[in-house]
Each structure stands twice: as structure tokens, then as C-alpha cells.
């Protein structure tokens, strides 16, 4: 069973440009989840996903940053512009169903804003 | 003040060691405790998981929270290279949010 998967592994922008991120869950996980780990910092939830609904959006940083997940399957997140501390590693989890046992990470997208 | 407290390390231990794990933390409302480990490049990847107070034990791994004094534990016995990684602890009052500690690299030495 292929696991979660994240895509790119790396990306380098220049402050100002827009960069989008794309997670694929588990085949069959309604829940999807997006976190964080800035640079020296702890890693820290962003959002949730069930299906296609946003169920808990509070770990968002700030408007620049906007997650879909259209049809309920893969998702996005993009942040629009970027800024230099946006810069560090984006993960996504997934699981079928809210127990957090079964939340599945990816190996992440790691995001430099120079 | 951080809701969760874990030293970074590193920590560096022979093999066959008994490896001790901490992380305190300030919100009483937390029930689930976890403990993730992360090799280099890699997503977390769940280890243990507790409900409030007591201790859990999976093979060579024991986790253990005191609520009492907002205090969890991993313990790694009989530890080997291959359980070089960082060790990520993380908690949470919901299903939803989990709060992560900063996360403790951990070397293994043959």
C-alpha cells in the first residue's frame, strides 16, 4: 500500500512569488491534516481536512495561506506571496478515520523562501 | 512558555543502553500522549500512544505520563544503532490538534 506522499520535496522561491504544495493521502483516508516545523521550532498542525470540508482551520498562520482538497481526495496548499518565514518544512497526514493513532505523515515538502 | 518542553539534545548513548526520553507540559487538559520517532528525511512516525495516566509497553519501548506532574516518558531498552532518530513528543486534548514537542536527536553508538 503506497503511504502518503507530498510533492515537491523541495522547493526554493524568492520572497514575493507563490509556491503550491500537493499532498496525496492513502488511498480511502477522509481525514487529511496539514502541519509545519519552522526552522528550530516544533512541528505545528495547520489544518484538517474531512473529505473535501475544512473541519478545524485554526493552525492557519495567516490569509496567505490557502488549502483545498477539491473532490476530497489529494490536496493543496498554497501560500500567495510568500515571505522569509515561511521558510521550513510542510507535512501532511492522513487517516481513515479521527483516531490519531492512525494519522499517517508523508515525508514532507521542504520550503525555502530566499 | 511552550505548551510542550522536550530537551533537543542531542543525546548520544552506546548500544544495549537504556535510553530515557522526556517532555513536560503546562495544559492539564491534555489526555492523549504520543511519541513519535523521525528518521532524517523522513515523515513522523507513531510509536506509542497513551491515554491519561499509566504506562504502555511495545517490545523494547515503555511509555509513561504522571498527569499529576504533567511529565511523560519514553523509555528504550536494549537500544541499537537502527534507533538513531529523533524522538518527537506530542499530545493533545482533541482528535484534532496535536501539539508537538521541539523533539530530541538521539545517536545510537555501535
Known amino acids: 500500500e503506497a503511504g502518503v506522499t507530498q510533492f515537491p520535496s523541495h522547493s526554493v522561491i524568492e520572497k514575493g512569488q507563490t509556491v503550491t504544495l500537493r499532498c496525496d493521502p492513502i488511498?480511502?483516508?477522509?481525514?487529511l491534516y496539514w502541519y509545519r516545523r519552522v526552522m528550530g521550532k516544533e512541528i505545528k498542525f495547520l489544518l484538517h481536512?474531512?473529505?473535501?470540508?475544512?473541519?478545524?482551520e485554526s493552525g492557519m498562520p495567516n490569509n496567505r495561506f490557502l488549502a483545498e482538497r477539491t473532490g476530497g481526495t489529494y490536496s493543496t496548499l498554497k501560500v500567495q506571496p510568500a515571505e522569509l518565514e515561511d521558510s521550513g518544512v510542510y507535512f501532511c497526514?492522513?487517516?481513515?478515520?479521527?483516531?490519531?493513532?492512525?494519522?499517517?505523515f508523508g515525508p514532507g515538502t521542504r520550503l525555502l523562501v530566499l | 512558555q511552550k505548551e510542550v518542553e522536550q530537551d533537543p539534545g542531542p543525546l548520544s548513548v552506546p548500544e544495549g543502553a537504556i535510553v530515557s526520553l522526556n517532555c513536560t507540559y503546562s495544559?492539564?487538559?491534555?489526555?492523549?500522549f504520543m511519541w513519535y520517532r523521525q528518521y532524517s528525511r523522513k515523515g513522523p512516525e507513531l510509536l506509542m500512544y497513551?491515554?491519561?495516566?499509566g504506562n504502555k509497553e511495545d517490545g523494547r519501548f515503555t511509555a509513561q505520563v504522571d498527569k499529576s506532574s504533567k511529565y511523560i516518558s519514553l523509555f528504550i531498552r536494549d537500544s541499537q544503532p537502527s534507533d538513531s532518530a529523533t524522538y518527537l513528543c506530542?499530545?493533545?486534548?482533541?482528535?484534532?490538534?496535536?501539539?508537538f514537542g521541539s523533539g530530541t536527536r538521539l545517536s545510537i553508538r555501535p
Open positions: 497526514a492522513s487517516s481513515p478515520d479521527m483516531l490519531l493513532q492512525t494519522q499517517y
Open positions: 488511498s480511502g483516508h477522509d481525514n
Open positions: 481536512f474531512v473529505k473535501e470540508s475544512k473541519q478545524d
Open positions: 495544559n492539564s487538559a491534555f489526555q492523549y
Open positions: 497513551t491515554y491519561s495516566s
Open positions: 506530542a499530545m493533545t486534548s482533541s482528535a484534532s490538534k496535536i501539539i
